[in-house]
């Protein structure tokens, strides 16, 4: 089982990056797939969620409106599109998969909460992908 995350780079204040994230040795069932993110110095924190099953998404706030998360289940991808990127984004960003939590929903919930965790419960991670805001 793998996850790679790709699409990270360098870009300006108010731009624009798509991160994909993609799935080998599984296939998209009813699982929570979130994204993460930690800045140096700083705990990883959730980012977004989406349960692959029925696309419902979830945000943690600092990013509602301009995230978007989306999954290609025919692909086994996911998918961050980030907007109006600012220098505090600035991370490596991880996704991450849970495919063996019931509920699912509350896993997405409690991903894109203020609850911090180092692993979050996550069954399976990969490897980061360095997002830069320039100011």
């Known amino acids: 089982v793998q996850l790679q995350a790709s699409g990270g780079g360098l870009v300006q204040a108010g731009g624009s990056l798509r991160l994909s994230c993609a799935a080998s040795g599984f296939t998209f069932d009813d699982y929570a797939i979130g994204w993460f993110r930690q800045a140096p110095g700083k705990e990883r924190g959730g980012v977004s969620c989406i349960v692959s099953s029925d696309g419902t998404t979830y945000y943690a706030d600092s990013v509602k409106g301009r995230f978007t998360v989306s999954s290609d289940n025919a692909k086994n991808t996911v998918y961050l599109k980030m907007n109006s990127l600012k220098p505090e984004d600035t991370a490596v960003y991880y996704c991450?998969?849970?495919?063996?939590?019931?509920?699912?929903?509350?896993?997405?919930?409690?991903?894109?909460?203020?609850?911090?965790?180092?692993?979050?419960?996550?069954?399976?991670w990969g490897k980061g992908t360095l997002v830069t805001v320039s100011s």
């Open positions: 991450a998969a849970d495919v063996t939590s019931v509920a699912v929903q509350g896993k997405c919930r409690t991903i894109t909460s203020t609850y911090t965790s180092p692993y979050y419960g996550m069954d399976y």
